[in-house]
């Protein structure tokens, strides 16, 4: 595809582009999110709508720099010999990642409801103190059964055989809520003494019965309590085992209503740094602590960052192709890919890194200044931090193409602008740090001037790329990016036509 023309770029109809219905009658907040919706939708189908311009308005301009990725990475895959290549360098990527993550996984995910550890001196002591007292507790409460069956149903006798079995229930959960005895065999347990209790109430019983005569005339009255009083031993030995589980899941913190919901739960936060793996109790998945899953996250991106160096003559050659199909001068050269250890490349992109590192140190003081008259807004200098990070980040997502580094400078950065302005940095050590940042920003004053002439559309295609840095998902957005950023340069009227094919890439030395 040329130009970006043909199928894939028929104009939409005006109120498919944004247009949306007056909704008389309807409220104000429906109307105003069709609005919204409109100005999203017309933003992210804006590149097959209207060719060579940006849209109007800042929402339909972030959500075209959202949406420009995907929309290259739709023209780029409909070439059979590109996709194939896609899918099979994407493929291999991720399978690489995904085991590196599931060996993890197998190390460090508690799977199993109660994962068996061996058993201690200690352990088995314990275990055995526990059964004893549960034992003693069933002893009680057959001498209150036998107490109940042999002078009928007294109501003091009823209230002490209730007594006795809650004394059992509560034994049964103390040993499985201190690690006594695990919740199943706590309360199998539990039900087993209960079951030996009932049976020698009722031995007990048979014994007290009346002379053979007697019993022989009413053997069928006796043989139907034996199976009522069979069942009721059953009935009572499930009862104890279900009161039990349930006392034992209630003290896990999981009650009725969440365990009918989902099956995800997360646990309270502990006081300090917190590396708390996941794991699984009672058939409940706990997350575990977020110090934990930026751990994981970054060691994943770090693997994530090993693989695409090792295998980026392949993203090369894909941008290259994506350059080609959507019309843009391609900045790449036409190589034949190969797994490598490029040292250049890394070391160019080491340097890139520590410069941002750099530039965003250099503005810390700054910001600490900012946050003094906004120190009742709570985290203040947590919010202008991350602007101030997010900023940089759309500076050196436009440096992506090497056509940022040659864009026109006619003022210094906008930050230097406004804290020069400020009467209260024209002397001392305060004039002196802006200089400072002044002087470390000139190294990249050219990206930084292509991003304040559009800064809406760049900090779509920033939001794109760091979500898009998440693993696994890097490597199948990564040759789209510096395609897109160099689609968005060209949209400048401002900036110097596209390096000819042959000519040196400009002297930036960063690298991508």
Not at 132 to 148: G, Q, S, T
Not at 263 to 278: H, L, W, Y
């Given at each position: 595809?040329?130009?970006?023309?043909?199928?894939?770029?028929?104009?939409?109809?005006?109120?498919?582009?944004?247009?949306?219905?007056?909704?008389?009658?309807?409220?104000?907040?429906?109307?105003?999110?069709?609005?919204?919706?409109?100005?999203?939708?017309?933003?992210?189908?804006?590149?097959?709508?209207?060719?060579?311009?940006?849209?109007?308005?800042?929402?339909?301009?972030?959500?075209?720099?959202?949406?420009?990725?995907?929309?290259?990475?739709?023209?780029?895959?409909?070439?059979?010999?590109?996709?194939?290549?896609?899918?099979?360098?994407?493929?291999?990527?991720?399978?690489?990642?995904?085991?590196?993550?599931?060996?993890?996984?197998?190390?460090?995910?508690?799977?199993?409801?109660?994962?068996?550890?061996?058993?201690?001196?200690?352990?088995?002591?314990?275990?055995?103190?526990?059964?004893?007292?549960?034992?003693?507790?069933?002893?009680?409460?057959?001498?209150?059964?036998k107490a109940r069956k042999g002078q009928g149903s007294d109501k003091e006798d009823a209230a002490a055989v209730k007594a006795a079995l809650s004394a059992l229930i509560h034994e049964a959960v103390n040993s499985g809520k201190q690690g006594e005895l695990p919740p199943d065999e706590a309360a199998a347990v539990a039900g087993d003494a209960a079951d030996e209790a009932a049976a020698a109430a009722e031995e007990a019983a048979e014994e007290q019965r009346p002379s053979a005569e007697k019993a022989a005339a009413a053997a069928n009255e006796d043989e139907q309590a034996t199976d009522e009083e069979d069942a009721e031993s059953d009935s009572l030995s499930a009862a104890i085992r279900t009161e039990v589980e349930q006392a034992l899941r209630d003290v896990a913190d999981?009650?009725?209503?969440?365990?009918?919901?989902?099956?995800?739960?997360?646990?309270?936060?502990?006081?300090?740094?917190?590396?708390?793996?996941?794991?699984?109790?009672?058939?409940?998945?706990?997350?575990?602590?977020?110090?934990?899953?930026?751990?994981?996250?970054?060691?994943?991106?770090?693997?994530?960052?090993?693989?695409?160096?090792?295998?980026?003559?392949?993203?090369?050659?894909?941008?290259?192709?994506?350059?080609?199909?959507?019309?843009?001068?391609?900045?790449?050269?036409?190589?034949?890919?190969?797994?490598?250890?490029?040292?250049?490349?890394?070391?160019?992109?080491?340097?890139?890194?520590?410069?941002?590192?750099?530039?965003?140190?250099?503005?810390?003081?700054?910001?600490?200044?900012?946050?003094?008259?906004?120190?009742?807004?709570?985290?203040?200098?947590?919010?202008?931090?991350?602007?101030?990070?997010?900023?940089?980040?759309?500076?050196?997502?436009?440096?992506?193409?090497?056509?940022?580094?040659?864009?026109?400078?006619?003022?210094?950065?906008?930050?230097?602008?406004?804290?020069?302005?400020?009467?209260?940095?024209?002397?001392?050590?305060?004039?002196?740090?802006?200089?400072?940042?002044?002087?470390?920003?000139?190294?990249?004053?050219?990206?930084?001037?292509?991003?304040?002439?559009?800064?809406?559309?760049?900090?779509?295609?920033?939001?794109?790329?760091?979500?898009?840095?998440?693993?696994?998902?890097?490597?199948?957005?990564?040759?789209?990016?510096?395609?897109?950023?160099?689609?968005?340069?060209?949209?400048?009227?401002?900036?110097?036509?596209?390096?000819?094919?042959?000519?040196?890439?400009?002297?930036?030395?960063?690298?991508?």
């Amino acid at each position: 595809m040329t130009g970006m023309k043909g199928k894939d770029f028929k104009p939409l109809q005006e109120d498919e582009d944004g247009g949306t219905p007056g909704g008389q009658g309807g409220s104000r907040g429906r109307n105003f999110a069709s609005e919204l919706w409109g100005e999203v939708r017309g933003g992210a189908e804006h590149f097959q709508s209207t060719k060579g311009q940006l849209p109007q308005g800042r929402i339909r301009q972030f959500f075209y720099g959202v949406a420009l990725p995907f929309h290259i990475a739709r023209v780029t895959l409909a070439s059979p010999a590109v996709r194939a290549t896609y899918v099979k360098v994407t493929a291999l990527q991720t399978a690489f990642l995904l085991a590196i993550a599931a060996g993890w996984a197998f190390n460090q995910f508690d799977a199993q409801e109660h994962r068996k550890r061996p058993e201690t001196s200690e352990t088995r002591a314990a275990r055995e103190r526990a059964q004893a007292r549960i034992e003693a507790r069933a002893k009680e409460l057959e001498a209150a059964m036998k107490a109940r069956k042999g002078q009928g149903s007294d109501k003091e006798d009823a209230a002490a055989v209730k007594a006795a079995l809650s004394a059992l229930i509560h034994e049964a959960v103390n040993s499985g809520k201190q690690g006594e005895l695990p919740p199943d065999e706590a309360a199998a347990v539990a039900g087993d003494a209960a079951d030996e209790a009932a049976a020698a109430a009722e031995e007990a019983a048979e014994e007290q019965r009346p002379s053979a005569e007697k019993a022989a005339a009413a053997a069928n009255e006796d043989e139907q309590a034996t199976d009522e009083e069979d069942a009721e031993s059953d009935s009572l030995s499930a009862a104890i085992r279900t009161e039990v589980e349930q006392a034992l899941r209630d003290v896990a913190d999981i009650s009725e209503e969440e365990a009918k919901g989902p099956r995800i739960q997360k646990e309270r936060q502990k006081k300090g740094f917190n590396i708390d793996a996941p794991v699984v109790r009672d058939g409940v998945f706990f997350l575990g602590s977020w110090e934990f899953w930026a751990l994981f996250f970054g060691s994943l991106s770090a693997a994530q960052w090993i693989i695409v160096a090792l295998s980026r003559d392949y993203h090369t050659t894909i941008s290259r192709e994506a350059s080609l199909a959507t019309g843009v001068p391609p900045e790449d050269p036409d190589i034949t890919p190969r797994v490598r250890l490029n040292v250049p490349w890394m070391r160019a992109k080491l340097q890139r890194r520590w410069r941002a590192f750099l530039l965003f140190v250099m503005g810390v003081p700054a910001l600490l200044l900012l946050c003094v008259p906004l120190f009742w807004i709570p985290n203040s200098f947590t919010l202008v931090s991350s602007l101030w990070g997010f900023w940089w980040l759309l500076v050196f997502t436009a440096a992506k193409s090497d056509r940022a580094w040659v864009a026109p400078v006619t003022r210094p950065p906008w930050f230097v602008r406004i804290w020069s302005a400020l009467p209260f940095l024209q002397g001392g050590p305060l004039r002196g740090y802006v200089s400072r940042l002044a002087h470390r920003a000139e190294a990249v004053a050219a990206p930084i001037a292509t991003v304040e002439r559009q800064p809406w559309v760049f900090a779509g295609l920033a939001f794109t790329r760091f979500v898009g840095s998440i693993p696994p998902f890097r490597c199948f957005t990564r040759p789209f990016i510096p395609v897109a950023s160099a689609h968005l340069i060209g949209l400048d009227p401002v900036q110097p036509p596209a390096r000819k094919s042959g000519e040196p890439p400009p002297p930036h030395g960063a690298g991508d």
